[in-house]
């Protein structure tokens, strides 16, 4: 049964966000849906953008996210069985179970939540003083929209040593691999940032862990250099560089050897290994971010400190966004959509009086919006 405006539920992921005028007994007196719009569009669905929704919600403000993929955004595609020991409250906590968090938060709050629809376009109207959104379900329109799409599309960066590609999932992975598949395997990591060592960090209970590393020097968190210096369990290698992954038929076999060289001494040594795991980082893509007519610094879009873009009623947040002295981190992330959050809440309500308490409940003269009836 569809609902009036005045009893809009919060609904389900993927549904459409359709809001009907209500006649005196309630129900639609059309099967036409009424064009609405929303005080915020949010374009991603990681933490940034799931953070930027808790605070937007918490203004009481009507908040839409629109997600390519699933909600969690890395958390939940790229790294579900990471455990992540750089998030504030937990000593560890896994990827996935830390991005179910994130989303079961904003589904609590009552954003609505969209995943698989794609955005293609943002558009400002100026004289509607409307953003159009365009995405592959439908048109909507917002008073403001914050961008918080990560780095786009996510393609892992490659080695390109003969057999990185004829191995590929049999036996050649990227990111952080399952657990339970490398128990009691021989698995070699490749990588010297964060990812890498993390990822030999969470399998040296459970497998026998070769790390290497091209340059001199780790490149990860302090923490994790030294716990991967002092463990016995972990045979780590600089200036070592993949010459070539071996292994079965390349048709049909798995990966049984690697080959590596010092690159000081040029010396070569193979030894025998189950799994590669590469993890030196992945290439954004973000092409589409590029006809939106935001000002970009290479791949990222261009805000000021309070998450402002070139485009009145734009923000941005997240890895999608750079600003002077960005340091790129997990909770930077949420803080960046926490301010973007409050950004579009001055822009959008432009309250009379703002105070740092308002942050945490909208004016009792303001109440819950709803997604209004567009102009015609």
């Not at 954003?111 to 959104?133: C, F, P, T």
């Not at 589409?288 to 400190?305: A, C, H, N, P, Y």
């Not at 301010?339 to 303001?366: C, H």
Request: charge should be negative; glycine fraction near 10%; charged fraction near 25%.
């Amino acid at each position: 049964m569809r609902r009036p405006c005045a009893t809009w539920p919060v609904s389900r992921a993927g549904a459409t966000p359709l809001c009907y005028p209500p006649t005196l007994s309630g129900f639609p007196n059309s099967e036409a849906p009424v064009p609405m719009t929303w005080e915020v569009i949010i374009i991603g669905a990681g933490p940034a953008g799931l953070s930027a929704a808790l605070f937007t919600r918490m203004r009481r403000m009507s908040t839409l996210l629109l997600d390519t993929a699933v909600a969690g955004g890395q958390l939940a595609s790229l790294y579900p069985k990471k455990p992540v020991h750089d998030f504030p409250s937990y000593s560890y906590v896994m990827g996935d179970a830390l991005g179910r968090n994130f989303v079961e938060q904003t589904r609590h709050m009552g954003s609505e939540l969209h995943e698989g629809e794609y955005v293609s376009m943002i558009q400002r109207d100026d004289a509607a003083n409307v953003i159009r959104v365009t995405s592959s379900k439908g048109t909507y329109e917002a008073r403001a929209v914050i961008v918080a799409t990560g780095g786009g599309a996510f393609e892992p960066r490659k080695i390109k040593k003969p057999g990185e590609a004829e191995y590929k999932d049999r036996g050649v992975g990227y990111g952080m691999p399952d657990i339970e598949t490398c128990r009691g395997k021989r698995v070699l990591v490749v990588g010297g940032g964060d990812s890498a060592l993390e990822a030999a960090i969470s399998l040296k209970d459970v497998a026998d862990v070769t790390l290497i590393h091209m340059l001199d020097k780790w490149q990860g968190m302090d923490a994790y250099v030294e716990e991967i210096q002092h463990s016995p369990r972990v045979r780590a290698m600089l200036d070592t560089e993949t010459v070539e992954i071996r292994g079965d038929d390349e048709a049909t076999g798995m990966v049984r050897s690697v080959v590596v060289k010092n690159k000081k001494s040029e010396a070569t040594e193979e030894f025998p290994i189950d799994l590669v795991a590469i993890n030196i980082g992945y290439l954004m893509d973000t092409k589409i971010v590029r006809q939106w007519g935001l000002e970009l610094e290479g791949s990222q879009i261009k805000t000021d400190i309070v998450m402002n873009t070139n485009v009145t009623g734009v923000f941005a947040c997240g890895d999608i966004a750079t600003y002077p002295g960005k340091y790129k981190l997990l909770i930077t992330a949420c803080s960046e959509g926490a301010a973007a959050a409050n950004s579009a809440y001055i822009y959008v309500r432009q309250p009379k009086k703002f105070t740092v308490g308002e942050l945490y409940a909208a004016p009792k003269d303001e109440g819950d919006a709803k997604p209004e009836r567009a102009a015609s």
